[in-house]
Nanobody
């Protein structure tokens, strides 16, 4: 059973950079079983996929967020990271880390989710 635990700062000022952490247990982030995704949900809106890193370390980004976003990993810590720069109030959302079987890539079908971490962008 894969478990994901996100953490983040909670409140961020506009224009600052957000750093989120997702600690993975019960499975290796370098195994071919899953891709590792960051997804967010803003109030009153649907899920928005942000970025993905696969077991080889290849990265993929939402075109609308690519210029401000970076996904990375630490294999030794079995941890996935997300950085998002130039934060705006519209980036306020619950941010989730999720594991996805490669066959479901490009869909919103995920096998395991973290509990999510609230990020509020406000001065």
């Amino acid at each position: 059973q894969v478990q994901l635990q996100e953490s983040g700062p909670g409140l961020v000022n506009p224009s600052q950079t957000l750093s989120l952490t997702c600690i993975v247990s019960g499975g290796s982030i370098t195994a071919s079983d899953y891709y590792w995704n960051w997804i967010r949900q803003s109030p009153g809106k649907g899920l928005e996929w942000i970025a993905r890193i696969d077991y080889s370390g290849n990265t993929y980004y939402s075109p609308s967020l690519k210029s401000r976003t970076s996904i990375s990993r630490d294999n030794a810590k079995n941890t996935i990271y997300l950085q998002m720069s130039d934060l705006r109030p519209e980036d306020t959302a619950v941010y989730y880390c999720a594991a996805q079987e490669p066959v479901n890539s490009g869909t919103h079908v995920y096998d395991y989710w973290g509990q999510g971490t609230q990020v509020t962008v406000s001065s």
